[in-house]
């Protein structure tokens, strides 16, 4: 589970200081899919990022599977971020590595055995639909293959959550909804507790359970997705729907 | 005969003197331009200190001229191999010379690694030396071979410099016979030996590099 409390982002540079995040309070129960949707530049990126510390929040408190971490030393926190996985929009796997060793890439980082790396791997890689690739480099997979690549990945240390960064948004139409479809399956296989990050309106209807929106760095709304769509409280959720309805003819 | 004697000693001087070079410069090169690398980056080790001062002697090093290099630096030449003629004298200033050319090269190799993949890196739980030697190396080794590459050709160059001053090699026997004693025909097999080396090294090189690619 994930619990963020009274989170603030302030980014200073020469022309001054920017508030990314005022004063956030968020939670993702064991087993629940959460949604925070927002334009690009309202704070979502950055809002993933400080769940795993990517992104040190200037003051707040994050905790994950009851842990603490920004009370964490360095050593702390890198054994507590085998427990978060992680899937970003551009996928980020190695090109230098085969699907075989990308998703064996956190494993190594554990120096696992041969022996139970082979195990995790091959039954990861059945779960995601790629067994007959194991041995294929990344630029010879589609982006939904790299992406399912980059899902097995993140689940290779049995981690408890799961952050998804804008995981679709690189992706069509049908790949976006056959990634969607496998994440749900994750969740309730795993019991997984999914925090996603999206501007797409249609991630949120396909896979959330409860839906917050981020403008500006604060979260305006906050509802579960069946009454968020029945009953917008804000102009930018209201928009926001419009736009999933209408698709871009007349937006 | 003699003279091809002279030639075949001669050439493998100066293989001699690159390669002993380029390997110190990159057993040294290759954690130095890490080390500027990381202490820039904000997410790895950034210390603005040590990256300014590793950038500041490296790049003084750069900006003396091979030829002023090879004499200003004959105390420590000296001091290191006990003399300052002969080939292996001559490995010091190549190697001196070479080693911030390689450690800048490993910094931007490491420049052009997508941030995403040391971001993935980090959400993983990996060590600022993981993410070094298991994601920065393997994904810039392309990159890192045609610096080598480069490298080696640019001390091929100033392998000749070194050995006009004493240093043995073929810019010796091209400067003693084909200069100063006017037979062409060693200064033509010089130079002739000079291009097949260099086109050998950007072959070889070129061809790891995609084979890595």
């Known amino acids: 589970m994930i619990e963020l409390y009274n989170i603030n982002k302030i980014y200073s540079n020469q022309s001054g200081k920017i508030h990314a995040l005022n004063n956030i309070n968020l939670s993702v129960a064991p087993g629940e899919i959460v949604g925070v949707i927002g334009k690009s530049g309202a704070g979502k990126s950055t809002l993933i990022r400080c769940v795993n510390l990517l992104e040190k929040p200037t003051s707040g408190f994050v905790r994950v599977n009851n842990i603490e971490l920004t009370t964490l030393n360095a050593a702390q926190l ?49 779960k995601v639909g790629l067994s007959d690739k194991r041995n294929v480099f990344p630029h010879h997979l589609s982006g939904g293959q790299k992406q399912r690549v980059a899902i097995a990945r993140a689940l ?7 952050l998804c960064d804008e995981m679709t948004s690189a992706l069509d139409l049908e790949t976006t909804y056959d990634i969607l479809k496998l994440i749900r399956n994750i969740n309730q296989d795993l019991g997984l507790s999914i925090l996603c990050i999206t501007h797409e309106m249609s991630v949120i209807k396909a896979i959330a359970d409860r839906v917050a929106v981020i403008d500006q760095g604060e979260i305006i709304e906050c509802a579960t997705a069946v009454d968020l769509f029945k009953n917008p409280q804000t102009e ?13 003819v007349d937006a | 005969m ?11 001087q100066t293989i001699e003197m690159v390669l002993v070079s380029a390997l110190f410069a990159v057993i040294i090169g290759l954690p130095l331009g890490v080390l500027i690398f990381i202490t820039r980056h ?22 003396i001229p091979f030829i002023i290099l090879l004499v200003a630096i004959t105390p420590f030449t000296r001091l290191i191999i006990g003399t300052s003629i002969g080939t292996t004298a001559a490995m010091v200033p190549l190697a001196v010379s070479a080693i911030p050319f390689f450690a800048r090269l490993v910094e931007s190799a490491m420049n052009e690694v997508s941030y995403g993949l040391i971001e993935a890196g980090l959400a993983m739980g990996a060590t600022v030396f993981q993410i070094v030697y298991k994601i920065l190396i393997p994904e810039s080794r392309a990159t890192i071979i045609r610096g ?43 130079v002739v030996i000079l291009i097949v080396m260099v086109q050998l090294i950007q072959w070889c090189g070129d061809y790891i590099a995609r084979k890595l690619s």
Do not use: C
């Not at chain 1, 554990?110 to 091959?122: F, T």
């Not at chain 1, 290779?156 to 799961?162: G, M, S």
């Not at chain 1, 930018?236 to 871009?248: A, D, N, P, S, V």
């Not at chain 2, 003699?2 to 493998?12: F, G, V, Y």
């Open chain 2, 148 to 190: 080598i590459t480069l490298m080696l050709i640019t001390l091929v160059g100033y392998s000749a410099m070194a050995g006009a001053i004493g240093g043995g090699g073929l810019g010796n026997v091209a400067i003693t016979y084909g200069y100063e004693r006017f037979e062409i025909n060693i200064m033509i097999a010089t």
């Open chain 1, 236 to 248: 930018i959720t209201k928009r926001l729907i419009q736009l999933e309805m209408r698709g871009f």
């Open chain 2, 2 to 12: 003699h003279k091809i004697n002279l030639l075949t000693i001669a050439t493998w």
């Open chain 2, 42 to 63: 904000p997410h790895l080790y950034k210390k603005s200190a040590v990256h300014s001062t590793l950038g500041f002697i490296v790049n003084m090093v750069r900006s």
């Open chain 1, 156 to 162: 290779a240390t049995n981690p408890k959550v799961l």
């Open chain 1, 78 to 126: 890198r054994q507590a971020r085998h427990q978060i996985g992680m899937i970003f929009q551009h996928f980020n796997l190695l090109a230098t590595r085969n699907v075989f060793d990308n998703v064996a890439f956190p494993l190594t980082l554990l120096k696992k055995s041969k022996k139970e790396i082979n195990k995790i791997v091959s039954t990861l890689l059945e």
